[in-house]
């Protein structure tokens, strides 16, 4: 079996995707499999993936549309690698984002999955600016409470950590179907960000966080405030989110609140507070 299974779920995506799968297979580390789910595509996808000639590329079709959860989860269940690690059909993996991935995830045993930062990579091939997530278990899960605490096209994670706890993707999901199953995980175990950027992840028009905005702020708040009410289930969250979040209708005491809560449950944290604060200054 290899090492690591790289899942690429693809729906009439064909400009970059070759791009995408030869960051791929050209890793440092190339003990690996990289499976890629055509979700019924209707462009050129398939000639493209027809035209790559490497045993490592495993080809999974759906004769019907699925939508990217379900598309993820049937890649899943034929993954094969200890550590499975995503990629989006438009980005492009850094030559060593993989092996520097299985470094970070072998020397903290209780971290069970491993992001990085993420640079954007226009049209043309232009790079632009670096993002980067917070690193370390708790300031992520305080992270959680309020968005995604990973770029999706970024992770790593340990497959027996989903196989455990009978994890997946959620189909219900439209939007933010990583969000909800990162939170889920973080009830049995830690993450950690690389600051490094690993990902070069493709700004364009036809991508669904330019699309679809308005829904995956739903399905986003939609997971936030079930997390929210775990940690303190007696704080206003919607209030507490809306703050966390910098939008409109936010209460800084009710995010204070949340904090405490936090506190109690996972300890303290300068850096947590220092978000926190951030969150509602001017």
Do not use: C
């Not at 003990?31 to 000639?53: F, G, I, M």
């Not at 997390?227 to 800084?252: F, L, N, Q, T, Y």
Request: avoid cysteine; proline fraction near 5%; glycine fraction near 8%.
């Amino acid at each position: 079996m290899p090492l690591v299974s790289v899942l690429l779920a693809v729906h009439d995506d064909s400009r970059f995707l070759r791009d995408a799968i030869q960051s791929i297979l050209g890793q440092t580390l190339d003990d690996l499999e990289l499976l890629v789910v055509d979700d019924a595509s209707t462009d050129s996808t398939p000639t493209v993936l027809a035209h790559v000639d490497d045993p490592r590329l495993t080809v999974l079709r759906n004769d019907r549309r699925l939508g990217l959860a379900a598309s993820l989860n049937r890649g899943l269940d034929h993954a094969g690698g200890r550590y499975v690690a995503r990629l989006d059909a438009d980005d492009v993996a850094v030559p060593d984002r993989l092996e520097r991935q299985v470094e970070r995830m072998r020397s903290a045993p209780g971290v069970a999955i491993v992001g990085s930062a993420v640079v954007d990579l226009d049209e043309d091939g232009r790079r632009g600016e670096t993002h980067v997530m917070p690193s370390g278990a708790r300031p992520l899960r305080w992270h959680a409470l309020f968005s995604s605490p990973f770029f999706h096209p970024s992770v790593l994670f340990e497959r027996a950590a989903l196989e455990r706890r009978e994890l997946r993707y959620d189909p219900e999901f439209l939007e933010s179907e990583d969000y909800d199953l990162w939170a889920r995980l973080f009830a049995f175990d830690d993450g950690d960000n690389l600051r490094e950027p690993l990902v070069l992840k493709r700004v364009h028009a036809g991508q669904a966080s330019q699309r679809r905005g308005d829904v995956q702020e739903s399905f986003q708040r939609r997971v936030a405030l079930r997390e929210i009410g775990r940690v303190a289930p007696h704080v206003d969250a919607e209030r507490a989110w809306r703050a966390g979040a910098r939008k409109e209708g936010g209460s800084r005491r009710e995010l204070l609140r949340l904090l405490r809560a936090f506190e109690r449950r996972h300890g303290g944290d300068w850096s947590v507070r220092g978000a926190a604060l951030r969150s509602v200054l001017p």
